[in-house]
T-cell receptor, first 109, second 113 residues
């Protein structure tokens, strides 16, 4: 059982469209991290959000941490084929990360 | 600076056998964590080593054990392999026990037959 629930599980969109991935939990985390994982590779850290209500922007990616520090969202504007991958959210509690099952994003050219 | 390197990249073992997976942490990182990622799932925390001592453990049986060496590299040992142990094993290093972010290796794909 995953401590964090991600939705949707799969997302297939056309290049140029926007998308949002959600990460929800009943637990409170000291921080929440988003990773992208490509086939045959380990997860690569995209961002860490720490403060409730925090919003971080990385080019076309916008990350938000819920006020209660239990949930987060990742929004991609004008998606490109290079954004294709498995997006994982992970909540940090003490020394460990608890991951969601991931959202597989496919951006078609 | 070099990233996290894991070896071997792929491994096939028979049920009941033992396996050792290796991880070299990123330069300057003193904390190593191990995760198991089954197909279609997110990574699950196995344990963490900080300065050669186990710092925390997830819900895995004692046949999963580890070591960290003075140069902060690490090993994951699994005894009495079961079919369900087939997974991608990921090593992650950080400069602090609590992150804030971890650098992951590419993993070792273990198949138990």
């Amino acid at each position: 059982t995953q401590l964090l629930e991600q939705s949707p599980q799969f997302l297939s969109i056309q290049e140029g469209e926007n998308l949002t991935v959600y990460c929800n939990s009943s637990s409170v985390f000291s921080s929440l991290q988003w990773y992208r994982q490509e086939p045959g590779e380990g997860p690569v850290l995209l961002v860490t959000v720490v403060t409730g209500g925090e919003v971080k922007k990385l080019k076309r990616l916008t990350f938000q941490f819920g006020d209660a520090r239990k949930d987060s969202s990742l929004h991609i504007t004008a998606a490109q084929p290079g954004d294709t991958g498995l997006y994982l959210c992970a909540g940090a509690q003490d020394y460990k990360l608890s991951f969601g099952a991931g959202t597989t994003v496919t951006v078609r050219a | 600076e070099t990233g996290v390197t894991q070896s071997p990249t792929h491994l096939i073992k028979t049920r009941g056998q033992q396996v050792t997976l290796r991880c070299s942490s990123q330069s300057g990182h003193n904390t190593v964590s191990w995760y198991q990622q089954a197909l279609g799932q997110g990574p699950q925390f196995i344990f963490q080593y900080y300065r050669e001592e186990e710092n925390g453990r997830g819900n895995f049986p004692p046949r999963f054990s580890g070591l960290q060496f003075p140069n902060y590299s690490s090993e994951l040992n699994v005894n009495a392999l079961e079919l369900d142990d087939s997974a991608l094993y990921l090593c992650a290093s950080s400069g602090d026990r609590e992150g804030p972010g971890y650098t992951f290796g590419s993993g070792t794909r273990l198949t138990v037959v």
